[in-house]
């Protein structure tokens, strides 16, 4: 559930010998994930009525060609934390994106590769109080960062932007904008 700041959070194994951290529910690494499946095994505590769960995830990472990266397109969409967007539990977000991208630019689902899904950098005043989860969901920013080998970027981001409006009528998706793409130097931001 949501209220991920009230659990305790433990990485009992990792296959492979990568070395994970896990904080407020969220897995991350700061080393370059080799091509290959990992296996992480989590301990999940809710510490208030001494209850706990294991949680095991399968991760598979590919190697991605760098001419993948340098002609990535981005989707801007508002209302979506990357953590929702994934979320089977909150009805897949990232399936209704997926079939929109495929539906607008005319191609196979299975053709589009995610590269990176990123929050987007938002000011906010550290004086302000924090806002509830709902508020600052529907505000929030994320960047999907996607490759689509049919096209070059500056084609799909052009049908993406006529488009804009119809991915709220048609797949309940805030899409703001297509732009530029954020990788740099074949590299693309965490």
């Known amino acids: 559930d949501w209220y991920r700041a009230d659990r305790l959070y433990s990485i009992r194994r990792v296959s492979r010998g990568q070395i994970f951290n896990v904080s407020n529910g969220i897995l991350s690494t700061a080393e370059t994930l080799e091509p290959g499946s990992y296996t992480i095994d989590v301990d999940v505590t809710k510490p208030n009525i ?16 760098s001419e993948h990266v340098r002609q ?10 990357p953590e929702t967007l994934i979320d089977p539990t909150l009805g897949y977000p990232l399936d209704r994106l997926l079939n929109a991208l495929a539906s607008f630019l005319s191609v196979n689902i ?29 505000e929030i920013l994320t960047d999907v960062i996607f490759y689509v080998p049919a096209f070059n970027q500056f084609e799909v981001e052009h049908i993406l932007n006529t488009n804009l409006d119809l991915f709220q009528s048609r797949f309940k998706i805030k899409a703001v904008a297509s732009g530029p793409n954020p990788c740099n130097n074949y590299l693309c931001p965490k």
């Open 110 to 138: 299975h053709s589009i590769k995610i590269l990176a899904i990123r929050r987007v950098f938002q000011y906010h005043n550290p004086y302000d109080l924090p806002k509830p989860f709902e508020l600052d969901k529907n």
């Open 50 to 65: 001494e209850s706990s769960a294991s949680s095991r995830i399968q991760l598979d990472v590919e190697t991605i060609n």
């Open 72 to 81: 990535a397109s981005t989707i801007r969409i508002q209302g979506e934390y």
